[in-house]
């Protein structure tokens, strides 16, 4: 199954730093896209599969918890 992961800029950025850049994780980040949101702030859109979340997940979770509230809400 598809998600769409929907991250603020400075987390996303902060998240793809604390990735090492040979990881999945990094992989999965960086294939993204930045939207303008309804509010007009930039956005960036990740689609991914649920196992790939997961993945982002248990590693934001490790590493970067800035970014866990934005995954737990898919």
Not at 23 to 48: A, D, F, H, M, Q
Request: charged share 30%; net charge negative; aromatic share 6%.
């Amino acid at each position: 199954m598809k998600a769409l992961l929907k991250l603020p800029v400075e987390i996303h950025a902060g998240f793809l730093h604390a990735c090492p850049l040979v990881s999945r994780e990094y992989e999965i980040l960086k294939n993204s896209l930045v939207r303008e949101s309804p509010t007009g702030e930039p956005i960036v859109e990740i689609l991914c599969e649920s196992a790939e979340v997961k993945l982002l997940l248990d590693r934001a979770e490790e590493y970067y918890s800035d970014a866990v509230p934005y995954m737990k809400e898919l």
